[in-house]
């Protein structure tokens, strides 16, 4: 390997393409073909009955789910979308009330809030973990404000005991998005079931995958029961009259399959060793890169146990006087996988900036139940702005596998980077 940059010429430090993670195994296709050949597909009913619940590899799927993250109730469902969306109606919100999120998340975290007509609002967060500032929170409860939803973005939990003695003081419930932390700790923990409702995704760029779905935890009894009846057309099993239970009680097919049920319980079993070896990679690039100049590694906050799905870090644009954009393509010219730069901000989406989610007249904005004033846009959220637009790029760990000798090139690819610093001052990227 020559000691000139790949982006002007030279032979890049990375010359094979990394192999992508293939969590599939013999043990999934085994669980698979069990199911296949049972020629049970999925056995809901969405009435009243013993099919209402789902068959018997979602309820052993559940089971096995509610023990490994030490909660009373699992609930499959086939999305994490699915699990946000019905996470924020079980807890009974009113056309108008506000939920107090994040912006540097995928727009699901949001939308969620919308389906039942609820405001999102937007607090920033904290520039060393990225995940939602307390602080910010505080400064935007309103008489509108029913929750918190945080989210344990890349795979650190967020400050939860901060929100939730916020969300304590003012009644409010905290929701916790989880679907990048699976596994994670917080003080001794799992992230995700210190909310009154958390959950993680089962999508295929996850820790844990089968194909696509979602676990919901709780444990709280009566949102368990709201939960599986949103989950299952509930309009067709509530019986009651009562407003307080009926409400929100529109259902929908959020179930999930028995072949995705079979293969995300082996699945679960290889969280432990997966999240492991994502660390044992984090480790090996903080050894090696906390001390290039400009450059800061992820910050774990105390309490939390990481689990890297986004191995994020920070530029000090002052220090080392050259763009994200030069530094990035470079690193991508060496070979380096999985790069992201920027992430999220809903807040300055369309949907959210013209406040257009219902139809085209502004609902549920316009609506008479949104009685705050509430704006999207530029200079809402100051921290995850510069962070998305300047500072902030990452490695995505759960993309490839990342062998030893893989860590060992991308270590190198970086301090080629940094050693040609100064050229890339001058170097011109159009």
């Not at 019905?86 to 939920?99: C, K, S, W, Y």
């Not at 918190?148 to 929100?163: C, E, H, P, T």
């Not at 916790?176 to 700790?185: L, M």
Request: glycine letters at 8%; a negative charge.
């Amino acid at each position: 390997m020559t000691n000139q940059l790949a982006i002007l010429g030279g032979e890049p430090a990375i010359q094979h393409p990394m192999a992508y993670f293939k969590s599939m195994g013999e043990d999934e296709v085994t669980a698979a073909t069990r199911v296949i050949r049972s020629g049970v597909l999925s056995a809901y009913i969405g009435a009243p009955g013993e099919g209402f619940m789902g068959g018997k590899e979602v309820r052993a799927f559940e089971e096995h789910a509610a023990n490994y993250f030490g909660v009373r109730h699992a609930i499959a469902v086939n999305s994490w979308t699915s699990g946000l969306i019905a996470a924020v109606g079980a807890i009974g919100i009113e056309p108008g009330d506000e939920i107090i999120t994040t912006p540097w998340t995928m727009a699901a975290t949001a939308t969620a809030i919308l389906h039942f007509n609820g405001i999102p609002v937007f607090a920033d967060i904290d520039p060393d973990t990225f995940n939602i500032d307390p602080k910010c929170v505080e400064r935007l409860i309103t008489k509108r404000t029913r929750a918190v939803m945080a989210v344990d973005i890349f795979g650190q939990s967020a400050d939860m005991q901060s929100l939730r003695k916020i969300c304590d003081r003012h009644g409010l419930k905290l929701l916790s998005d989880t679907a990048q932390a699976p596994g994670a700790r917080y003080f001794s923990r799992h992230a995700g079931t210190l909310a009154d409702i958390g959950g993680f995704s089962l999508n295929y760029h996850k820790h844990i995958h089968c194909g696509e779905g979602g676990i919901l935890v709780t444990d709280d009894d009566k949102l368990a029961q709201r939960l599986c009846l949103i989950r299952n057309h509930a309009e067709a099993v509530v019986k009651s009259d009562n407003p307080l239970e009926l409400a929100n009680m529109l259902g929908y097919n959020f179930r999930m399959g028995e072949i995705e049920a079979a293969i995300a319980s082996v699945q679960l079993e290889k969280l432990e060793a997966r999240v492991a070896s994502r660390q044992h990679i984090a480790e090996q690039l903080n050894q090696s890169l906390m001390h290039l100049e400009g450059l800061k590694v992820p910050i774990v906050s105390n309490g939390s146990i990481h689990v890297y799905y986004v191995y994020g870090l920070t530029l000090d644009l002052e220090r080392l006087g050259v763009s994200r954009e030069k530094i990035v393509k470079a690193l991508q010219a060496e070979g380096v996988p999985g790069l992201v730069t920027g992430y999220q901000n809903l807040h300055l989406l369309p949907l959210f900036r013209n406040k257009i989610a219902y139809g085209t007249k502004g609902f549920p904005w316009s609506s008479p139940y949104c009685t705050s004033r509430i704006e999207y846009g530029p200079g809402l959220c100051p921290v995850a702005e510069q962070l998305h637009s300047e500072r902030f790029f990452g490695m995505n760990l759960c993309m490839f596998e990342y062998y030893p000798e893989d860590v060992e090139l991308i270590v190198a690819a970086f301090r080629k980077v940094w050693h040609n610093i100064n050229l890339l001052r001058n170097l011109n990227t159009d």
